[in-house]
Structure formats: C-alpha cells, structure tokens
C-alpha cells in the first residue's frame, strides 16, 4: 500500500470518494506514524482509539454516498482548543487533569464537516511563546535538520506541536492559533503553510484564552490549497463568541489558483531591517519577482509605525494575558495546592502550576495595568495600535491589495541556544507578524525556499480585513514558483 | 522605568503568584529587560489618537434576557479539585 500519509487534504478527498482506500486504513496509517514519531513530542494527547471510531463512521458514510467537505481527514488539534472529554490544557500544569464538557466551536466545526481528532498538538504555554521550548510536557523538536547536522532544532512557537506535526505527516492538517505570530512562525520554520484569518473570522469560543483582542484560530497545512480547505470549515459566526463576524464565508478553496491579474502588491521599506540575513533579503526579493511574473503590480508603500508593534504588543498581549489567567485559582478546576487560606491557595497554585514565561507575562501585564502605570504604558500602547491600524488602512485605501513581508528573521534555532539570552531576543522572533495581529488583519505564511544549511524559510503576505481570499491567490503563485518542501525522515 | 525587587514582590501579590526573594530578583532583570524595550514607545506622538477599542468595528449583538442553558451542575463541577453537593469547596474565608 502506497504511504497514505503523503496525501494531501485535496487528495485525500478524492481518494476517498473513488474508494482508493478507506478512513480507516487512513487513520490506522497516521496512528502508525504517530507511534513511530514521539522523539519529535508533537503530541501530548493521543486519541487513537477515538479517530478510529470517527474513521468507521466515515467509512459508512462514504458507502452512503453522504460524503461531508473533510470526510475521513484525520487531522491534530492544537492543545489550546478545548475538545470535549479529552485532556485540554493549554500545555500548562495549572490546568492539570482539565477535560472540558464542551467542544470549541472550531473543533465543532470541523467534526461538523467530517474530520477526525488524531490527538492533542503540544504547544508554548497559553500559548505564550515563539520556539515551544515553554511547555510543561517538554520541547518540541522540528522535523527539519540542518545539512549534515543532528543538532535539534525548534519548531518555532506558540503552534510548534502543530506544525511539526503537519511536517512531519503525522497528521493532514492542524488547528493552532496566532496571537503574535504563534501560526505563521512555525509555519515558516517548517516549511508548512499556515494563515492567521482577519480577527472575528473564526470563534474564539472554547479556545483557552490569551490576549483576547489578538488571539485567533487558524489552520496549519502542507499546501496552499489544503489551508484553504481547513479554514472553510474552521470559520463563520458564533453567537456565543460576540467579536465574531457575522460574515458569510466563501468558498477559499475557489480562489486558489486565480492568479495575481489585477492585483497590486505592496513592498513596506520598514520590514528590512539592519542586519537581517542576506539569504531573507534575497528571498523576498525572489517573491516580489514570482508575483510580478503572474501579473501582480508590484509598489513600495510606507507603514511608519511599524518598528513599534513590537513593544506594543509586549504590552497589550501580556496585559491582556493577566486579566484572562487569573481564573486558574486552584477552585474550580486544574491544579490545586492548598495553603492556610484562600488567598494562599490560589498564590501556591499559580506559583506551581505557571511556568517561568507566563509568570514573566503576567506580571509584566499586571504592572502595565497597576494604578500609577495604566496611563503611561498600557494606554499609550493602545494609541500606538491605532496609528500602527491606521498605516495599513491608508496603504489599503491606496490601491494595495496584499503585503509581501518576510516571515521570520531567520530560519529555525537550536533548543536551549536561547536560553540565556534576555526575554527580549526571543520576542524579535515575532517582529514581523505581531503587526498583523495588532491591526486585527489576515496574514498567511507560504513556503519560499530553503537557506544555506536547507532549513525552511517562507514569506509572509498581509491582507485586507475579510480577504482571505486575496492572500490564498498569492500564496498559491508562490507555492507554484517555489515548489513544496518535506524534511527527510531522521526518526 | 525600571523595578526593584519589593516592586517585583507587589505585582506578584498583585497576581496572587507566591514568590521568593530569590525568584523576585532573577524576575526582576527579566521585568527590567522587557520594561526597557517598551520604552521606545515614548518616541511616539500620540497626540490626539483614541486608543484601540475594537479590533474590527461592529455594534455588539445582544441575546434576549432569557435562561436558554445551564440545569447540568454536576458538569459545571466535574473538574474540581473539590466539591460537595454541586459546590466548590475552598479554604474558610469568612472568619
């Protein structure tokens, strides 16, 4: 039997539906994969017995001919997506033996639509992180080595587990989320393609909230198309998520491939910055190339603020963060460590079940917030994302369709190579995806190419507010031009 | 700005994190570093700029003042650490 997990989503359904093979032998060769696969820690909760389950249902459908868009895809979902009955705990020990009575409505939406739940994906904790070295259940490490190197690599984070998962065939697709580039980086690390959909795009509801004016769902893939596919059935309006848009969502997957006729692609000077890498430079300068030769017109524009999301979103995201984690008080579920009274009980508890990067995060948050500081720091972050919002309106109402950024500012790092350096190296990592987050737009991450040492490098593209469907066209011409990528397997 | 080791120790109360000398004085250079880095927020006119309330501009909707959910306690409960009768129980507070 061919590989079944080398299959695409796109070929996946149609595989299906001529009856090439089943659910069943599909999931059964991803439970193999997965089994084979734990030196890379992708997941933390394996479900396999319930994937089996959903793959017989879906093999009786499809005997029915009652076929559903993502009949029989078995796919993981990020830890920070609450699925009913099952562990859920945002990689954090403070949510130790949390299995919610409830489902995500993303989650929901893709059981809706036919998918199976292979596992749960590890993750930087509360998603607070860009590399997945943050988890209380261990690094991830990337699928991706560098040339003749068995050094261990990060996948990138807060969505490590997902993206190294989606590389690593251990499962079709992934859920993850992106609150300041936490699906786009990793993506880019692991030469997957993964989208951040407009805020209010998708519900927020059921997924374990960070910063709650940036956080969003989004899905991570091996292709251009795939993603499309995925972020069909993940988004539309919840009633019970109130920032949600209530927005019909198109067909994604009908723009992919409609090419860049028409379309006028900005260039912002402030994304190259002083000593980024030539080989970033070069391929940036390549995708300007690969849309222009598919009819893109190609303009330099301006977005003067943008050195400043940075440090902004290093205070709206982490205040944000300290008012949605003082919930986890030891009371109502997760981790409780008494003390002599209540207020000791919930300091032990949060002392112990927090990891070092959310605690950073949450006082950090909580000064900004302190009467005597509000004003000074959280207030005048605020304004800054107004004019940081404002940029790319004006870019927009000048005619641009879509932004072509770089990704990352470098290709994946080794674990632990990080971890003397100040907080603030880490956060660089995000420089140029947080604006995108802070101006509440879509943003797609596509594989571009692969540097000196074969490590993946992708471009970023940033989109008008609803227009997914712009960024999957060009992503789609570059995925064209560059080729797909996989990591040859070392485990 | 930058924070001293008893400002370090008010926020974690603040937080309700326990927190010892030690870990308040290593959490102090981190604090300080990220605390540095925002700085350069200052350099920005903000003159008469409202500060981002919606991310993406729409009136809320509203749902009709009436019990449409909820008659399941013993799910509401389920993942305490403690619990009684459908309550959570917790430490005395009232003397």
Known sequence: ?491 | MSVDTAAVKRVARLARIAMTDAEAERLRADLNAILGFVEQLNEVDVAGVEPMTSVQPMAMKKRDDEITDGFYPEKIVANAPASENNFFVVPKVVE
């Open chain 1, 1 to 491: 039997m061919t590989d079944l997990t080398g299959l695409t989503i796109a070929e996946i359904r149609d595989g299906l539906r001529r009856k090439d093979f089943s659910a069943t032998e599909l999931a059964r060769a991803y439970i193999g994969a997965i089994e084979r696969a734990r030196a890379l820690n992708a997941f933390i909760a394996e479900t396999p017995d319930r994937a089996l389950a959903a793959a017989a249902q879906s093999d009786a459908r499809i005997a029915r001919g009652d076929i559903r868009p993502l009949e029989g895809v078995p796919l993981g979902i990020k830890d920070l997506f609450c699925t009913e009955g099952v562990h859920s705990q945002a990689a954090s020990h403070i949510l130790n033996g949390f299995r919610p009575p409830y489902e995500s409505t993303v989650t929901a939406n893709l059981w809706r639509d036919g998918a199976l739940m292979l596992g749960k994906l590890n993750m930087d904790e509360f998603a607070m992180g860009s590399s997945n070295e943050a988890s209380y259940y261990g690094p991830v490490v990337n699928p991706w080595r560098a040339n003749g190197s068995d050094e261990k690599l990060v996948p990138g984070g807060s969505s490590g587990g997902s993206a190294a998962a989606v590389a690593a065939r251990l499962c079709a697709g992934a859920t993850a989320t992106d609150t300041g580039g936490s699906i786009r980086q990793p993506a880019a690390f692991t030469a997957t393609v993964g989208i951040k959909p407009t805020y209010g795009r998708c519900s927020r509801w059921g997924i374990v909230a960070f910063a709650s004016s940036l956080d969003q769902a989004g899905p991570i893939a091996r292709t251009v198309r795939d993603a499309a596919i995925m972020l069909r059935s993940m988004a539309g309006h919840d009633p019970k998520d109130t920032t949600s848009a209530d927005l019909p969502v198109p067909d994604y997957e009908a723009a992919v491939g409609a090419g860049m006729k028409g379309l006028r692609v900005g260039i912002p000077k402030e994304y190259r910055l002083d000593g980024m890498p030539p080989v970033i430079e070069t391929l940036w300068e390549q995708g300007r190339a690969w849309l222009k030769a598919a009819g893109a017109e190609i303009v330099d524009v301006s977005l003067p603020h943008t050195k400043y999301a940075l440090p902004a979103y290093y205070i709206v995201a982490p205040a944000e963060a300290s008012s949605n984690l003082a919930r986890y008080d030891g009371v109502r579920y997760g981790l409780r460590v008494p003390g002599d009274d209540l207020v000791a009980t919930y300091e032990n508890t949060r002392a112990a079940g927090f990891g070092a990067e959310v605690k950073r995060r949450i006082l950090i948050g909580t000064y900004v917030l302190s009467a005597g500081y509000y004003d000074a720091y959280y207030l005048r972050a605020q304004k800054v994302r107004t004019l940081i919002k404002r940029d790319f309106e004006e870019c927009f109402a000048a005619g641009v369709d879509a932004i072509l950024t770089p990704a990352t500012p470098s290709a994946a790092f080794a674990i632990g190579s990080k971890a003397k350096a100040s907080p603030v190296e880490m956060y660089l990592n995000d420089i140029f995806t947080v604006t995108v987050n802070m101006a509440g737009l879509p943003g797609i991450a596509v594989p571009a190419g692969l540097d000196e040492r074969g490590l993946p490098l992708g471009l970023q593209l940033i989109g008008r507010p609803f227009d997914e469907e712009t960024l999957f066209r060009a992503a789609q011409v570059i995925e064209d031009a560059a080729g797909t990528f996989a990591p040859a397997r070392w485990w």
